[in-house]
């Protein structure tokens, strides 16, 4: 539990960084290249504490026997308890802070797919899931941010319990 806590953690950081970064007036080649940095840091970081957590966990409580699924296992419960505390602080910054970040990041998009010359077919299917974005509740946005972390993680998972085995 204390896993999940750390990586939700490195979840809410790199997120509401990257949220702080999309609300900057100007967007240059800098900006964009600073969203996409830090995005690349926050799935680094979120591999690191897998690799670091699970390793820990098989040396001290499985004194080195782990196999694919008990690392995926272990790598799911970090997920889940690292999703439980994302979603809840994107419902607490939705319900009361009337933040929606989600809405916030998807027009920051939308400023960098216009500044790289995207297809208007394109521009205008993106501000269309955009507004609908927008219409959504806090509480959806906290539960499809909760199966987005455990997706991810799962994926994230799939390949780093490969490392793992050890007899």
């Given at each position: 539990?204390?896993?999940?806590?750390?990586?939700?953690?490195?979840?809410?950081?790199?997120?509401?960084?990257?949220?702080?970064?999309?609300?900057?007036?100007?967007?240059?080649?800098?900006?964009?290249?600073?969203?996409?940095?830090?995005?690349?840091?926050?799935?680094?970081?979120?591999?690191?504490?897998?690799?670091?957590?699970?390793?820990?966990?098989?040396?001290?409580?499985?004194?080195?026997?782990?196999?694919?699924?008990?690392?995926?296992?272990?790598g799911f419960y970090m997920?889940?308890?690292?999703?439980?505390?994302?979603?809840?602080?994107?419902?607490?910054?939705?319900?009361?802070?009337?933040?929606?970040?989600?809405?916030?990041?998807?027009?920051?998009?939308?400023k960098l797919m216009k500044?790289a010359q995207y297809p208007?077919?394109?521009?205008?299917?993106?501000?269309?899931?955009?507004?609908?974005?927008?219409?959504?509740?806090?509480?959806?946005?906290?539960?499809?941010?909760?199966?987005?972390?455990?997706?991810?993680?799962?994926?994230?998972?799939?390949?780093?319990?490969?490392?793992?085995?050890?007899?």
């Amino acid at each position: 539990m204390k896993t999940g806590l750390v990586l939700s953690i490195v979840l809410i950081v790199s997120e509401f960084y990257v949220f702080f970064v999309s609300n900057s007036e100007s967007v240059g080649v800098s900006e964009s290249l600073l969203f996409s940095g830090v995005s690349m840091l926050g799935l680094a970081a979120q591999v690191f504490c897998v690799f670091y957590f699970t390793r820990r966990y098989r040396d001290d409580v499985l004194e080195g026997n782990m196999n694919y699924m008990a690392a995926l296992r272990y790598g799911f419960y970090m997920f889940f308890f690292a999703g439980l505390i994302f979603a809840a602080c994107v419902y607490l910054c939705n319900q009361f802070l009337g933040v929606n970040y989600v809405a916030e990041k998807g027009s920051f998009a939308l400023k960098l797919m216009k500044q790289a010359q995207y297809p208007q077919g394109d521009i205008d299917l993106w501000l269309k899931s955009l507004e609908e974005v927008k219409r959504l509740s806090a509480s959806r946005l906290a539960w499809d941010s909760l199966a987005s972390v455990m997706f991810s993680g799962f994926i994230i998972l799939l390949f780093t319990s490969i490392f793992f085995r050890k007899k």
